[in-house]
């Protein structure tokens, strides 16, 4: 089973700041890396799938990149509404498995 | 716009099966494009990836479920069901349905919490 490992685990961030989440592999997985948010009480919304191909309707503040091993969401210019938990997920190896998550909250 | 919406019992006692489904709403479950998922997620902890079902029957479950699990899909109803059997505390979280397309998943269903207690 590939484990996914974020971090940081928390982030507390003024509004207009960047944001960086890691996400890195046991193993290689290529680019089968995807992003979720999770807000508050809501379930888990897909916001850059493949690595770096950013879902339709998502903010262009979102963005991801890596290959391998070793993947980044940035939030450019945090907006308040980005409080959420984010996690990566991977699909290259069965088991499908996320990271353990990132909290970002604004403060 | 697709929708899922999970449905079953709140409350599961220990030994139990936890029974959930979960109806589509927008699009045909029999489409040959998507697979339809299980993910979990206990209370204040990360997300679990249960198991996949095709709507031909074919599914994948978690090996560290899969002697629990049962999947399947009824097109007449544009559903597909979940049943884990056996359950214990360590079962109770939210369940979560939804589509698998290119291999990432969605959208999600609302979830629905399932509790194991006596």
């Known amino acids: 089973e590939i484990v996914l490992t974020q971090s940081p685990d928390f982030q507390s961030v003024t509004p207009k700041e960047e944001v960086t989440i890691t996400c890195r592999a046991s193993?290689?997985?290529?680019?089968?890396l995807h992003w979720y948010q999770q807000k508050p009480n809501q379930s888990p919304k897909l916001l850059i799938k493949?690595?770096?191909q950013s879902f339709s309707g998502v903010p262009s503040r979102f963005s991801g990149s890596g290959s391998g091993t070793d993947f980044t969401l940035t939030i450019n210019s945090l907006e308040a509404e980005d409080a959420a938990t984010y996690y990566c997920?991977?699909?290259?190896?069965?088991?499908?498995?996320f990271g353990q998550g990132t909290k970002v909250e604004i403060k | 716009q697709l929708q899922l919406q999970e449905s079953g019992p709140g409350l599961v006692k220990p030994s139990e099966t936890l029974s959930l489904t979960c109806t589509v709403s927008g699009d045909s479950i029999s489409s040959d494009t998507y697979y339809w998922g299980w993910i979990r997620q206990p209370p204040g902890k990360g997300l679990e990836w249960i198991g996949s079902?095709?709507?031909?029957?074919?599914?994948y479950y978690n090996p560290s479920l899969k002697s629990r699990i049962t999947t399947s899909v009824d097109t007449s109803k544009n559903q597909f069901s979940l049943k884990l059997n056996s359950v214990t505390a360590a079962d109770t979280a939210v369940y979560y349905c939804?589509?698998?397309?290119?291999?990432?998943?969605?959208?999600w269903g609302q979830g629905t919490l399932v509790t194991v207690s006596s």
């Open positions: 939804a589509r698998v397309i290119g291999a990432t998943v969605t959208p």
């Open positions: 193993q290689s997985i290529g680019v089968s």
């Open positions: 079902v095709y709507y031909s029957g074919s599914t």
């Open positions: 493949f690595a770096s």
């Open positions: 997920h991977q699909s290259s190896s069965l088991p499908w498995t």
